[in-house]
């Protein structure tokens, strides 16, 4: 059985940082890319980051410069170390992975083809 366990939420002041961590384990996650979507009250699941098995990145526009994602590929292990963080950055963090065996090229990240999620992990940033 697949699980992804994220940990490391909380509060913490605009300004501040946090690292999330999400732990996986069930099958061997060497074709599969991890990272990270975000779920605020009324809105959309977004994307934030994503990282490779080879340690290439991708990072949201909303984002980048501030949040750092990173993998220890032998403790299946993604990491999001959030710095600066802002009152709009107040969401649950989910963590996700995706097969990459069978795409040829890297797409963005969309909700719809992920294969596995982990449960969240609530982030608020006070004022």
């Known amino acids: 059985q697949v699980q992804l366990v994220e940990s490391g939420g909380g509060l913490v002041q605009a300004g501040g940082s946090l690292r999330l961590s999400c732990a996986a384990s069930g099958r061997t996650f060497t074709s599969y890319s991890m990272g990270w979507f975000r779920q605020a009250p009324g809105k959309e699941r977004e994307f934030v980051a994503a990282?490779?098995?080879?340690?290439?990145?991708y990072t949201a526009g909303s984002v980048a410069g501030r949040f750092t994602i990173s993998r220890d590929n032998a403790n299946n292990t993604v990491y999001l170390q959030m710095n600066s963080l802002k009152p709009e950055d107040t969401a649950s963090y989910y963590c996700?992975?995706?097969?990459?065996?069978?795409?040829?090229?890297?797409?963005?990240?969309?909700?719809?083809?992920?294969?596995?999620w982990g449960q969240g992990t609530q982030v608020t940033v006070s004022s």
């Open positions: 996700a992975a995706r097969d990459e065996t069978y795409r040829s090229s890297w797409s963005p990240y969309q909700s719809y083809d992920i294969n596995y």
């Open positions: 990282i490779r098995w080879s340690g290439i990145t």
